[in-house]
């Protein structure tokens, strides 16, 4: 069998014709094609949005429009009379695009010792990147949602309402019922459903809790299986369920290197701070772990969880400042309770004792808007050895880049469930 020749298939999406770019069209398609192909199936949370062009030439700000509702017309008209009619109220949102993108370098030596098409390979693992970060843009902005149901707490005899992300515990799981109460906050805000249904995006962690409910129907079951969307597990209540290992989870840093935990050696009020520390700072903790010059200033702005080691109560406040010398941490304000020696400091960004938390959204149809990834914006960039400043011919590159940004039209549209599942403890942020 002949060998393939690499510089055959050496691709740039520019019509450039400099050294290193005179390249074939069916190449390009081939290539570009192909990359699409492959980021597409990552999209999972750009596939229920509003699709907006990104016009050439058009700068760098896209205008995405939201119509508002008309009031009821309750007034009867006068006979003969025209009334004075209404105008359609238009809010523009405007947003900034932004580019990303990445590359691999590959070598002359690759080429010629290699048995695969690297070009084909880097392809592969760039449109697998160029899909999930293109899906983690989208994902980010419908995770800062302002309507949120938190999962309650059912492990004791009565439910415990749950009102905040940081007091979920393993025991707050999503349920049948959270999802009627999402379909039915969508419907008294009159949100159109997405086809013929709400559409709720879910993690594969959080599916299998749900999953077991009597009331969930699989994909497969459906009247019409052949009609569903990519990813689409089942439904329930009215929703068709997404699955996405890109589904948003909540979960702060470790607080050091190897350290999840910080425990307080001593707390101290406001007398014993520093000058440069005592504007705004309450409170003072000295902490017993890893504090040093390479971790302590990532600290700085961070939420934490404080837990009394007495009571088992929980307290909530962010770092202001931190001294690596003395292991001083400075709170932004007061705790709810005063710290001791032993208590226990938790990472603040996810649930109770800084566990993941899980993000299930619930949507309606024109509730988000992103700019289209056809037409401009993914490109595939293929570059031939001798490209650029290369005087061997040691070197060629392929890499993909982008323009992309997502804007939630309207808040009530969309509801975001927040929980806790079988793998909480353990799953990272994403």
């Known amino acids: 069998m002949e060998k393939m020749k690499l510089q055959l298939f050496a691709v740039n999406t520019t019509e450039s014709v400099q050294p290193g770019n005179n390249l074939s069209a069916e190449m390009k398609t081939y290539y570009e094609k192909r990359l699409i192909d492959l980021a597409e199936p990552k999209l999972v949370h750009d596939q229920f949005a509003d699709k907006y062009p990104i016009p050439v030439g058009g700068g760098k700000t896209i205008e995405f429009r939201r119509y508002d509702s008309l009031e009821k017309a309750v007034k009867p008209i006068t006979e003969g009379v025209t009334p004075a009619g209404n105008n359609l109220n238009v809010t523009s949102l405007n947003e900034t695009v932004m580019q990303y993108g990445d590359w691999i370098q590959l070598s002359d030596m690759l080429e010629m010792s290699a048995v695969d098409n690297n070009v084909v390979q880097a392809t592969r693992l760039l449109g697998a990147q160029a899909g999930r970060t293109l899906d983690s843009i989208t994902r980010d902005v419908l995770a800062g949602g302002t309507n949120v149901i938190y999962a309650p707490d059912k492990s004791g005899e009565t439910e415990t309402v749950i009102q905040r992300r940081g007091e979920i515990t393993e025991n707050c799981r999503l349920t049948a019922d959270l999802i009627f109460r999402a379909a039915a906050q969508l419907k008294g805000m009159n949100a159109d459903p997405i086809d013929d249904k709400y559409v709720a995006i879910i993690h594969p962690y959080v599916a299998y809790d749900l999953m077991r409910s009597e009331e969930w129907i699989d994909a497969h079951k459906y009247a019409t299986p052949e009609n569903i969307y990519a990813g689409e597990i089942g439904r329930i209540a009215g929703v068709r369920f997404v699955e996405s290992t890109e589904a948003k989870i909540f979960r702060g840093a470790d607080l050091a290197d190897s350290e999840r935990t910080f425990t307080i050696s001593a707390f101290a009020g406001s007398s014993v701070i ?99 990834i056809e037409g401009g914006g993914l490109t595939h960039i293929v570059k031939q050895l001798g490209y650029g400043d290369d005087p061997l011919n040691q070197r060629s590159s392929v890499g993909w880049k982008a323009t992309k940004c997502a804007k939630r039209l309207v808040e009530q549209y969309m509801v975001r469930i927040e929980s806790a599942s079988s793998y909480s403890a353990n799953a990272a942020a994403n």
């Not at 292991?327 to 309770?337: C, E, H, T, V």
């Not at 938790?346 to 289209?372: C, D, N, R």
């Open 274 to 372: 520093p000058a440069e520390y005592g504007e705004g700072s309450q409170f003072m903790i000295t902490v017993a772990g890893k504090l040093n010059a390479e971790t302590a200033p990532s600290l700085v702005g961070r939420k934490i969880q404080i837990c009394s080691k007495e009571t088992g109560e929980f307290t909530y406040v962010g770092i202001k400042g931190v001294t690596v010398a003395n292991r001083y941490i400075f709170l932004d304000s007061a705790p709810g309770f005063v710290p001791a020696a032993g208590d226990t400091i938790y990472p603040g960004e996810g649930g109770h004792a800084g566990i993941s938390v899980f993000s299930t959204i619930v949507l309606g149809a024109h509730a988000y808007a992103v700019t289209e």
